[in-house]
């Protein structure tokens, strides 16, 4: 009840703030229906469906403002703070968060770009500080169940991370160098400690490339895993990835390519199909009393790799991507995961603002070795249509 008024009493100040011409009141509302058919690859179990409105499904519902103050001499001090929320039941996103998709205050000048607060990751796709998002993929990192990106890499950067600072340098010729790191990725659960070995730190370094035809970025980042208090995991050794993407204007479509390399990496945000029940969720649904694959329990080394275009045409946007991923143990390279998917879809835009959008897709995961020789493959057919107005 608390944060309910608080939030109340955030949005009801956000008219007033508009008023400054330096601050700027943003948004993005977004719901529709997802439709999943799930063939679990179990001896004994029936594939089963469920059709489901969702929030969010192109990129996350939001309401934010945006303000700045010129220092004169090229210098200016920004903030940014960014509220999600489900369109579908009004709950606020992040955990409850009040500004939980983005809180930070920025620095200016002629020697680059400076962040301070809570941000994205620079391998996701929220923006400002996230290189791969829509920008990298057709359909972003999924389109709600249809198969995007998310679902090939692994995922230490699925939510904004707290005490987090980036700096970005100037643009030479289209060219940035970016560095990230962040001092506890989730701290509330620790009583709000640092740098601790109780939660989990991240850093980055990151190229990016930009013209008015072209899009490149390559991340190197690496995850020290929490090794001691709730939920840390036994001596693990530290995630790295490597990801990069391409986007490219033809003029008559647009093409995508990307991919990632990781190694014990710990978190991956879709479960294979043999357990799955929903996104991020990492469950035995079956009983089989094996533990999901991509659970966090057990470290993942693997890759995965994507292909996608949009083709403008009959008034739209036509979309199509492929995909594979293969992972394994880390510690037992005899269990081992390979996935592939392909994803289609039709935007229209109704305005500049507003635009309906749909997606279909399909996705086998394959898992081999030890107790998973048991499952057959799993099939999963998704499919998404709705609707999202910006303001």
């Known amino acids: 009840m608390k944060k309910t008024l608080i939030a109340l009493g955030v949005l009801a100040a956000l008219p007033s703030l508009a008023l400054s011409a330096e601050v700027t009141i943003y948004g993005k509302v977004d719901v529709g229906l997802a439709f999943v058919n799930v063939d679990p690859g179990v001896e004994g179990q029936d594939s089963w469906s469920n059709l489901s409105m969702q929030s969010g499904q192109t990129a996350g519902s939001r309401v934010g403002m945006r303000g700045f103050e010129d220092l004169g001499n090229g210098h200016k001090v920004g903030f940014i703070l960014e509220t999600g929320f489900n369109v579908d039941n009004g709950a606020l996103g992040q955990g409850g968060r009040i500004f939980g998709r983005q809180s930070l205050l920025y620095l200016d000048g002629p020697y680059g770009n400076l962040k301070f ?39 230490e ?80 050794d530290d995630g790295t990835r490597v990801t990069v993407g391409l986007r490219h204007n033809l003029g008559f479509m647009t093409l995508y390519a990307g991919g990632q390399y990781f190694k014990d990496s710990r978190k ?49 946007t036509w979309k199509a991507q492929v995909g594979y991923m293969n992972a394994e143990f880390s510690e037992d390279s005899s269990k081992e995961m390979s996935r592939w998917f392909v994803s289609a879809g039709y935007w229209y835009d109704f305005s500049k603002r507003t635009t309906l959008y749909s997606g279909i897709g399909f996705m086998q995961d394959q898992l081999e070795g030890g107790e998973y020789d048991q499952f057959d493959d799993a099939n999963v057919i998704t499919a998404s249509l709705g609707i999202v107005h910006n303001f």
């Open 117 to 155: 607060g809570r941000m994205g990751a620079l391998t996701s796709g929220f923006p400002d500080t996230g290189l791969f998002g829509g920008n990298m993929s057709p359909f972003a990192v999924g389109l709600g169940e249809v198969p995007g990106h998310r679902y090939l890499y692994s995922t």
């Open 268 to 316: 991956f945000v879709q479960e294979a199909g043999q357990f799955y029940t929903g996104i991020g969720q990492h469950n035995d649904p079956h009983g089989t009393g094996v533990t999901p694959f991509l659970s966090a329990d057990n470290a993942k080394d693997g890759f995965g790799l994507n292909l996608g275009i949009d083709y403008p045409a009959l008034g739209g």
């Open 157 to 236: 950067d699925l939510s904004p991370m707290d005490n987090t600072i980036t700096y970005a340098t100037p643009s030479w010729g289209g060219w940035q160098v970016m560095l990230q790191y962040s001092m506890g990725t989730e701290t509330l659960t620790v009583d709000g400690r640092e740098n601790e070995s109780s939660l989990e730190r991240y850093m980055a370094g990151a190229i990016h490339f930009a013209n008015q035809t072209t899009e490149f970025n390559l991340v190197v980042d690496r995850t020290n895993f929490r090794s001691y208090g709730t939920g840390s995991y036994d001596d693990p």
